[in-house]
T-cell receptor
Framework: EDQVTQSPEALRLQEGESSSLNCSYT??????LFWYRQDPGKGPEFLFT???AGEEKEKERLKATLTKKESFLHITAPKPEDSATYLC????????????FGPGTRLSVLP | EAQVTQNPRYLITVTGKKLTVTCSQN?????MSWYRQDPGLGLRQIYY???????DKGDVPEGYKVSRKEKRNFPLILESPSPNQTSLYFC??????????????FGPGTRLTVT
């Protein structure tokens, strides 16, 4: 069974304090790994796609990396506006039709 | 503007009263999907559709129905809602295919309460 876990469940950082979020997965036939940001009361917003071990993607203060069993979302010098829930998901299935999401990490960045 | 729309955004209903949540996208995407989001469980896929008239079950399909008669619309139907279907529902769409770079666009969500 395809599974995605995320840690920590919640994270509080001071503004400027860098950290990393973890996403561990077990999936047969990984098609891609996705990171999303979700603000309260809104739908998830796409951040990154990774599909091969060793791949890295960057966007402003965020950097996502991928290994064969996990992915990390590194947040460098975060700002209060980075506060959100970060979701990890894997795409699987013969036609890439299935998406399995992790429970998310709720990030709070304090000024 | 490229978007996925859902209606209604909020719905309170009673057990057993049939309801439909509509979903529409304007991006000509073949693939559409419904998810429910519950605290601690994350997003779970209910049904998906690879194209018109092609639908299939996701991880939690019990108690739900879908139809895909037009490319842009993918309604979620609860024939006899029960309290355990109280949840936040999201519709999403993307281009069809295994290419992982195809971004999945999400709607704003529908918060459903079944009493």
């Amino acid at each position: 069974e395809d599974q995605v876990t995320q840690s920590p469940e919640a994270l509080r950082l001071q503004e400027g304090e860098s950290s990393s979020l973890n996403c561990s997965y077990t999936v047969s036939g990984l098609r891609g790994l996705f990171w999303y940001r979700q603000d309260p009361g809104k739908g998830p917003e796409f951040l990154f796609t990774l599909y091969s071990a060793g791949e890295e993607k960057e966007k402003e203060r965020l950097k996502a990396t991928l290994t064969k069993k996990e992915s990390f979302l590194h947040i460098t010098a975060p700002k209060p506006e980075d506060s959100a829930t970060y979701l990890c998901a894997v795409q699987a299935g013969n036609y890439g039709q299935n998406f399995v999401f992790g429970p998310g990490t709720r990030l709070s960045v304090l000024p | 503007e490229a978007q996925v729309t859902q209606n209604p955004r909020y719905l309170i209903t009673v057990t057993g009263k049939k309801l439909t949540v509509t979903c529409s996208q304007n991006m000509n995407h073949e693939y559409m999907s419904w998810y429910r989001q519950d605290p601690g469980l994350g997003l779970r896929q209910i049904y998906y559709s690879m194209n018109v008239e092609v639908t299939d079950k996701g991880d939690v399909p019990e108690g739900y129905k879908v139809s895909r008669k037009e490319k842009r619309n993918f309604p979620l139907i609860l024939e006899s809602p029960s309290p355990n279907q109280t949840s936040l529902y999201f519709c999403a769409s993307r281009l069809r295919g295994v290419v992982s770079s195809y971004e999945q666009y999400f709607g704003p969500g529908t918060r459903l309460t079944v009493t």
